[in-house]
């Protein structure tokens, strides 16, 4: 998620420019990056489970314990 609330920070700087964006977080991580940011907010669509790679889906933290009543699916 701090990865996610950095790219939408620097979207109000680099914009639509993927030169300005360089597209490192989408290559890299596989995380929506700041010209996608830039664009879905000009256009007020919203950021979605498929703008993330699966492997992030698919995360968690072993040993924790994991509370049934939680749902990804309702967000």
Do not use: T
């Not at 596989?30 to 879905?40: D, E, Q, R, T």
């Amino acid at each position: 998620m701090g990865f996610i609330f950095e790219e939408a920070k620097h979207s109000k700087k680099s914009g639509f420019s993927k030169r300005n964006c360089g597209c490192v977080i989408k290559i890299s991580y596989g995380l929506p990056c700041a010209c996608i940011f830039a664009m879905k907010i000009k256009v007020n669509f919203p950021i979605r489970l498929d703008d993330i790679d699966p492997h992030w889906q698919r995360l968690h933290v072993c040993g924790e314990e994991v509370d049934d009543d939680i749902s990804a699916m309702e967000e």
